[in-house]
């Protein structure tokens, strides 16, 4: 009788392989976590883009006010606009605002007239999102004139400049942070640099 040959793989085999696969994570991970960063900034962008182009819409759309503000609890029963500050990480909600209400440019939590249409939570905790200035948020009118939440107009930020007011968001690595300008009309696009509208 023939004793059965046994199948498997070497100590060395083994060693090759473990080699191997340690190498391609070696080179895989970093640009995989590249890829991540990317995608989070980018969506934060867009989220920012797509409120902007709602609250001009519904503004245009209701021919009244309609703000988006920021907010430190954007999804409670109560939210309402905080004071002006360049952190915009909590938050911010896009509601309408009841000329007849009682406090102007302010959410009224109790006012039905001035429901909220979107509240958005930074979805990725790792993307920080700031303004170059302390804003409170923005108010669109009727005919679609973008304001700043207090009445003035977004040149008076910095009124040499023909886009003052921008958001900056920065990922983990600097390659992937970008920008989003808001032009004094109101305006917003995506800048090719971080940090600055060009």
Do not use: K
Request: with cysteine.
């Amino acid at each position: 009788m023939s004793a059965r040959r046994r199948r498997g793989v070497t100590l060395i085999e083994l060693l090759v392989v473990i080699a191997i696969a340690a190498i391609l994570l070696a080179v895989g991970v970093p640009s995989f976590s590249t890829f991540i960063d990317r995608n989070r900034v980018a969506g934060e962008v867009n989220e920012m883009l797509a409120d902007l182009a709602l609250t001009r819409s519904e503004a245009l759309a209701r021919r009244g006010r309609v703000i988006l503000c920021r907010s430190a609890d954007p999804v409670a029963a109560h939210a309402a606009c905080d004071a002006a500050n360049a952190d915009w990480s909590s938050g911010w909600i896009v509601f309408v605002d009841n000329p007849n209400g009682a406090t102007p440019f302010q959410r009224d939590p109790a006012d039905p007239a001035e429901a909220v249409i979107r509240a958005y939570v930074r979805t990725s905790p790792q993307v920080a999102i700031r303004a170059n200035a302390a804003v409170a948020g923005l108010s669109v009118t009727a005919d679609g004139t973008v304001w700043l939440l207090n009445g003035d107009p977004i040149s008076s930020l910095a009124p040499s400049q023909a886009e003052p007011l921008r958001f900056d968001f920065a990922g983990a690595e600097n390659a992937n942070c970008r920008s989003l300008c808001i032009a004094t009309s109101g305006r917003a696009r995506t800048s090719s640099s971080f940090g600055a509208c060009t």
